[in-house]
């Protein structure tokens, strides 16, 4: 079987998700299917390093639509789902695999499976609709706002409508599929997954990051490691690290970029604090390094963010053995997670103060600090195994393929 794989990017670029792509693409081919796939490219990536090998057949897209604000970047999407459009209708492949973003490759796809007679399976990691919302995008309740939901919403009535099945993360996001009417057979719950032999517990003395970052390795370090977006809201970890800074061998670590890399940079600056570090986002190559810096793995989201996303940071912070601490929904699936796997503190999110606080329960409390730890490894390897995802996963594309 010959899988088409349409997603927002691909390695080399440095962009969230692009692990669990890999290891789909490398699980797919040991189960003997062949793999393509489509992604767009930025300019950085548009020479590939000389040293790069792409796992599988790769055509990426170049739009030529620059530019950050809402407008371009909606027009940008728009485009950069029709050329991978154009390109994919003239390829030969068996079943087409989805991402969901950008908002429109989902009903893109499902025109494509439509003209070429194929199955469509939609791999749901937002609900984009919901995001429109709870991050505010334009001003709350305004017409900006409710012309760009109720687009996003149509988008995905068709998606849910004309696919031939749907894998999504989260128990939630299943539910809400299934009070819009979709039939609930049509929907898999499959949660990212992490490669507990790539993400592992490492010694600090091990840590080749901590000279790169200047950190002393006796220090206590609460870190967030991934995305600089609006629903993240990495200032409250800033704020946290105010109310902290006079906190003697406590320090605060941030690697990430994003489409607010430049804002929070700012932020951090404006403060003037000295117990926080800056990093843009490593390598993926180096993620075990990363998420082994730190005795605190933070999870934050505004406020009613689970009901467009789930964080699959969570799961590297696990299996790199560190205590985390969900600034996210207190009732989410994750924080759920968090408290039943008793690997960390769940918190209610957009409060710096209520951060501050689980951060010294556990500076003053280290023995707890460590069996969080401990846990948490457990929980990882128990819950999100790379091998037993991907065999969820290819199954369930057997099974919509008619494939045996």
């Not at 003209?115 to 900006?144: A, F, P, R």
């Not at 404006?270 to 190559?285: D, E, Q």
Request: net charge positive; aromatic share 8%; charged share 20%.
């Amino acid at each position: 079987m010959k899988v088409l794989i349409m997603r927002p990017s691909f390695n080399p670029e440095m962009s969230a998700g692009n692990h669990l792509a890999l290891d789909l693409i490398l699980d797919l081919k040991k189960a003997g299917h062949d793999v393509i796939l489509i992604s767009p490219v930025s300019e950085k990536y548009m020479g590939l390093p000389a040293d790069y090998q792409d796992p599988c057949i790769v055509y990426r897209v170049k739009s030529k639509i620059k530019g950050k604000s809402i407008i371009k970047r909606i027009i940008r999407y728009v485009n950069t789902s029709f050329l991978m459009y154009k390109c994919a209708k003239n390829l030969d492949y068996d079943v087409i695999l989805s991402h969901s973003m950008p908002p429109l490759l989902g009903p893109f796809s499902c025109i494509l499976g439509k003209k070429k007679n194929k199955n469509v399976i939609y791999w749901e990691q937002d609900i984009v609709s919901n995001s429109i919302i709870t991050t505010g995008l334009g001003v709350n309740n305004s017409l900006k706002q409710k012309l760009m939901y109720n687009i996003a919403r149509m988008l995905e009535i068709y998606t849910e409508n004309h696919c031939s099945h749907i894998v999504t993360i989260s128990q939630q996001f299943k539910q809400m599929h299934v009070d819009r009417g979709v039939n609930s057979s049509k929907i898999s719950v499959l949660y990212n997954w992490i490669d507990t032999t790539q993400i592992y517990p490492i010694s600090r003395g091990e840590n080749p990051l901590y000279e790169d970052l200047g950190i002393d390795r006796s220090d206590f370090i609460v870190s967030y490691c991934g995305n600089l977006g609006v629903p993240q809201n990495v200032e409250i970890m800033i704020d946290a690290a105010e109310i902290l800074k006079n906190v003697s061998g406590l320090k605060f670590l941030l690697i990430g970029n994003g489409t607010r890399e430049n804002y929070i940079i700012d932020y951090l600056s404006n403060k003037k604090l000295n117990n926080v570090i800056y990093h843009p986002l490593y390598p993926l190559a180096q993620a075990c390094q990363v998420y082994n810096v730190g005795d605190i793995g933070l999870v934050i989201g505004k406020k009613g963010t689970s009901k467009n996303g789930f964080p699959s940071k969570m799961w590297s912070i696990l299996a790199a053995g560190q205590t985390i601490i969900s600034c996210f929904d207190i009732e989410s699936e994750l924080s759920q997670f968090v408290r039943s796997g008793n690997c960390g503190i769940s918190i209610e999110p957009d409060s710096a103060e209520k951060l501050s606080q689980a951060i010294m329960v556990l500076f003053e409390n280290r023995n707890m600090c460590k069996q969080y730890a401990k846990n948490a490894r457990v929980f990882a390897i128990k819950y999100a195994e790379r091998q037993n995802a991907t065999k969820q996963f290819i199954n369930i594309i057997n099974k919509v393929s008619d494939f045996s």
